[in-house]
């Protein structure tokens, strides 16, 4: 039986990414979650560079409207910094207490960690037994700079919320992969999934095997470079050429040949670069699925294509496709579907929730 009343504690999953705040609130009842809040802001323009906040200022003042928009009443908040952290993974004896766990990785940290340590934050998480030998259990590193995690919870603060989880966006993703495995065919869930995440600035691909993180890389690739594209060849504003390019109108008859052709064999040759790292830095000759999320891949040819080019079964994620939703989400039910692929991120830190 379910409990009657909730045994977590709600966190508003808070994505910042180069070019907007994304903002998601689930609730878990009979089995079933449920999305509570949701919001997406753009940000000002540079306030986020890099994948690193410059305008604190400016971003908590985002977060700030992504709060009013949805109308949450949520305080605690989960964050991610970006790709610049650095994971390890280590194994120790299976014998350790957490406190023992905790004080030998403190003691040997400067080992992994090409920062000093006096200028990281540092954690770990017991994975479970070493598959290498049964009396040693694998941990899980994870070191980011203090300016990053700093930055993003003072930009919380700014909003009026407090930050209780940061988490990291890699494995945020592999949270929030829970959420689609099921849509993935042929039982390839458990098999090797290529995660690929295609946003307005970076390219993602986290490959995933038994649902655990065993790759990730990222490239300067993303939507922003076909919103530029239409920009120059229609002597646009940057902001009228993202319009054009979402809605699909006041495009001429060359706009495919000219403008939208090479922006799709740029996209296929970056991801396949990606592959082809993974497989030269593995045992791996394959993936099994190729799964896409982020901003970019709402267009709707997208899916379709990248299976076509390289050959592997390919989906588009939809994190709420088994989610019911709350009245004022009901309301924004077309944009939230509309946004569905780009909120993988915001999905997993919320998840936190039911940790």
Not at 77 to 96: C, D, R
């Amino acid at each position: 039986m379910w409990p009657l009343k909730k045994r977590w504690m709600p966190l508003i999953g808070i994505d910042i990414s180069s070019t907007v705040v994304k903002l998601l609130e689930l609730s878990f009842q009979n089995g079933l979650y449920r999305v509570e809040s949701y919001a997406v802001e753009p940000l000002p323009p540079n306030a986020v560079a890099e994948r690193n906040i410059i305008d604190v200022e400016g971003v908590g003042h985002t977060i700030g409207k992504a709060l009013k928009k949805s109308g949450t009443r949520t305080k605690h908040a989960a964050v991610a910094v970006a790709g610049s952290a650095v994971t390890k993974t280590i194994s120790l004896s299976a014998a350790l207490t957490e406190d023992e766990i905790e004080a030998q990785i403190e003691f040997e940290a400067d080992q992994y960690i090409p920062f000093p340590l006096d200028e990281v934050y540092l954690d770990f998480q017991r994975l479970g037994p070493s598959q290498k030998n049964p009396e040693m259990v694998d941990v899980l590193l994870v070191a980011s700079r203090r300016e990053h995690v700093d930055l993003r919870v003072a930009a919380l603060q700014q909003a009026g919320l407090l930050a209780k989880v940061v988490d990291i966006e890699a494995y945020a993703m592999e949270t929030a992969f829970s959420l689609i495995a099921d849509q993935i065919p042929s039982g390839n869930a458990t098999k090797t999934v290529a995660l690929v995440d295609i946003g307005a600035t970076m390219t993602i691909l986290n490959v995933l095997d038994n649902h655990q993180i065993i790759f990730h890389r990222e490239q300067v690739f993303g939507g922003r470079q076909l919103t530029e594209a239409i920009q120059r060849h229609y002597n646009l504003s940057y902001e009228e050429a993202g319009q054009a390019k979402k809605e699909n109108i006041g495009l001429s008859d060359d706009y495919k040949s000219k403008v939208l052709e090479p922006f799709k064999e740029t996209m296929l040759q970056q991801i396949n670069r990606s592959l082809q790292f993974f497989f030269a830095a593995s045992q791996y000759g394959k993936v099994d699925v190729i799964v896409l999320s982020g901003g970019t891949v709402r267009i709707p040819w997208v899916g379709a294509f990248i299976q076509e080019k390289i050959g592997v079964p390919t989906i588009v994620a939809n994190p709420f496709a088994n989610m019911s939703l709350s009245t004022r989400v009901q309301e924004n039910a077309v944009a939230l579907g509309n946004d569905s692929s780009a909120l993988m991120i915001a999905c997993g830190l919320t998840l936190r929730s039911f940790d």
